[in-house]
């Protein structure tokens, strides 16, 4: 059993390294698209206030949390079921019970296999964000808690779009559900701006 999880992990893995380029836009595109859009619009909006604090927050404080954000998204949000409810609908999902592993199984493999590359990618971010100064020195237990809760967070993100998936033996589309989610975690959870807010 054993075996078989680690062999489907590795076949996975391999799927998402295949193209080289891709796999390597992966790693470094959601950086760039980090500082280029969030890190940069909320200094902007802070220049325009004169560094004026918003709801007691400061400029440095905010983009601290813009990149603390942006590293948890990473770790929670890194894998989709979406394509479960398509195999359901389209018949495939027939092929994967044939597999001498459980259907549910080779879904949580392929989750396994993406979230060890995104925290590598998140762990890279880290270590690119301390070096060009963006978020201050790290005290290791708080990161390290920080990030192993946001990867329990990502594997409970990974049944709940498991189980809207599974709703694809009922429904010919569940990507409504799916939005709504998705949307609402990001405006509930302080993604796109603190709570406090």
């Avoid at 059993?1 to 193209?19: D, H, L, P």
């Avoid at 879904?107 to 979230?115: D, G, H, L, W």
């Avoid at 809207?164 to 405006?187: C, D, H, P, T, Y």
Wanted: hydrophobic share 55%; aromatic share 18%.
């Amino acid at each position: 059993e054993t075996r078989k999880w680690q062999k489907t992990i590795g076949v996975a893995i391999s799927r998402y390294m295949a193209f080289k380029r891709d796999f390597a836009l992966m790693l470094v595109a959601p950086s760039f698209v980090f500082i280029a859009i969030n890190y940069s619009l909320w200094r902007a909006i802070y220049q325009s206030r004169n560094g004026e604090a918003i709801s007691g927050f400061s400029m440095s404080q905010m983009l601290h949390y813009q990149c603390w954000s942006f590293i948890a998204t990473l770790l929670v949000r890194s894998h989709r079921t979406w394509n479960l409810s398509e195999h359901i609908r389209l018949g495939r999902i027939t092929s994967f019970l044939l597999y001498p592993f459980e259907a549910w199984k080779l879904y949580a493999s392929e989750f396994v296999a993406f979230q060890l590359l995104q925290t590598m990618t998140a762990l890279l971010s880290i270590a690119a964000l301390r070096i060009f100064g963006f978020i201050p020195a790290l005290e290791f237990t708080p990161c390290f808690l920080g990030i192993a809760f946001s990867l329990l967070v990502g594997v409970l993100w990974f049944v709940v779009e498991f189980a809207i998936g599974l709703l694809g033996f009922w429904l010919e589309e569940v990507w409504v559900f799916r939005q709504i989610f998705g949307f609402s975690a990001i405006l509930f959870s302080g993604a796109l701006i603190p709570l406090e807010l």
